[in-house]
T-cell receptor
Framework: AQKITQTQPGMFVQEKEAVTLDCTYD???????LFWYKQPSSGEMIFLIY??????QNATEGRYSLNFQKARKSANLVISASQLGDSAMYFC???????????FGKGTMLLVSP | DVKVTQSSRYLVKRTGEKVFLECVQD?????MFWYRQDPGLGLRLIYF???????EKGDIPEGYSVSREKKERFSLILESASTNQTSMYLC????????????FGPGTRLTVT
């Protein structure tokens, strides 16, 4: 079984600053995948970034990067140069070995202020 | 772009009614999923499907059923709606492969009175 923990219910950041959203996971699988999704107030879940457990380099997608520390079982999302449009709920999720289903954390609400 | 659509954004039903939530994807994905989202609980998987006419229970299937008669369409059915099924329902589709990435629809906010 997989478990995702997001310990930050809410985060505040000023525009143009960087912010790190924490995610830790628990699994006994050797092969797994980690995802981050963004959910604006409109409700739709938007895929941001993916990290495979065997990927040697941290994933990056534009202003998003994933700080993957396998030994610590953490997969933190780093957003550089925050924008007002980044205000949303952010979910960390993982897929276990051989599974197509995702286990989600409870989310972190990010508010970006001018 | 992947497109996942859901039949309604907002729905209000009465206790005891049979409720159908429809989801359609246009990317020929094998996998489809239904989640419910509640504040403080994140997303919880209700049912999923690997193929036409195939269905698998997720973490919270009680009170729900599903139907997948065509590859692009996955329906969630509340046989007798109850107030504790008031929630946001999210449908997703995904292709089988190394990443198993999922793409989500806009969600249906269901209120049962």
């Amino acid at each position: 079984a997989q478990k995702i923990t997001q310990t930050q219910p809410g985060m505040f950041v000023q525009e143009k600053e960087a912010v790190t959203l924490d995610c830790t996971y628990d699994t006994s699988d050797q092969s797994y995948g980690l995802f981050w999704y963004k959910q604006p107030s409109s409700g739709e879940m938007i895929f941001l970034i993916y990290q495979g457990s065997y990927d040697e380099q941290n994933a990056t997608e534009g202003r998003y990067s994933l700080n993957f520390q396998k030994a610590r079982k953490s997969a933190n999302l780093v957003i550089s140069a925050s924008q007002l449009g980044d205000s949303a709920m952010y979910f960390c999720a993982m897929r276990g070995e051989g599974y197509s289903t995702l286990t989600f954390g409870k989310g972190t609400m990010l508010l970006v202020s001018p | 772009d992947v497109k996942v659509t859901q039949s309604s954004r907002y729905l209000v039903k009465r206790t005891g009614e049979k409720v159908f939530l429809e989801c359609v994807q246009d990317m020929d994905h094998e996998n489809m999923f239904w989640y419910r989202q509640d504040p403080g609980l994140g997303l919880r998987l209700i049912y999923f499907s690997y193929d036409v006419k195939m269905k698998e229970k997720g973490d919270i299937p009680e009170g729900y059923s599903v139907s997948r008669e065509k590859k692009e369409r996955f329906s969630l059915i509340l046989e007798s709606a109850s107030t504790n099924q008031t929630s946001m329902y999210l449908c997703a589709s995904g292709v089988q492969g190394t990443r198993y990435e999922q793409y989500f629809g806009p969600g249906t906010r269901l209120t049962v009175t």
